[in-house]
C-alpha cells in the first residue's frame, strides 16, 4: 500500500434517497418493545417517527403493507417505496407534507443514531438518516 493514498480525497458516498431514510424510520417501530432502556432515553424522537410512519400506513394501505416488512433491508424496503409510490396518486400537499415532516424528523433522529448505545438492529440506520446532512 502506497502510504500517499492516505492522503488522497476520498469518494464521498451518495446521499441516502428518501426512501431509504423513510425506510430506515420503519426500523423505528419496535424499539419501544426491543429496546426500552433506549426508548426511554429517545422517546420523544422515536414516537415522532413511529407515529409518521402510522399516519402514512393510515393514509394508504400500500404504506402498510411495506412497512409491515420492517426488519426487511433497508434497500430492500427502499426500492418497494420507490415502486410503490407513483402508483399511490398521493397529492402535491401529501408530497409536501412527508417531505417536511421528514426533514424535522430526521434531525429530531440525529441525536438517536449518534448515541454510543444504538441498538445492533439500528445499525443501518444511521447513514439514511445522517447522510442527508453530509455536505
Known sequence: MNILNLFRKQPQKEPPTPFETMAAFSRFKNVEECSPDFYQKHHDAIDMTVGFIGFLGQQHGHFTQIFTYSNAPIPDIARTLEEAMPNMALEQRTLDFIDSTMTVIMQK???????????????????????AFEP
Request: include cysteine; charged fraction near 15%; glycine fraction near 4%.
Open 109 to 131: 433522529l440525529r441525536e438517536v443514531v449518534t448515541d454510543p448505545n444504538l441498538p445492533p438492529y439500528l445499525q443501518d440506520c444511521v447513514w439514511p438518516v445522517l447522510g
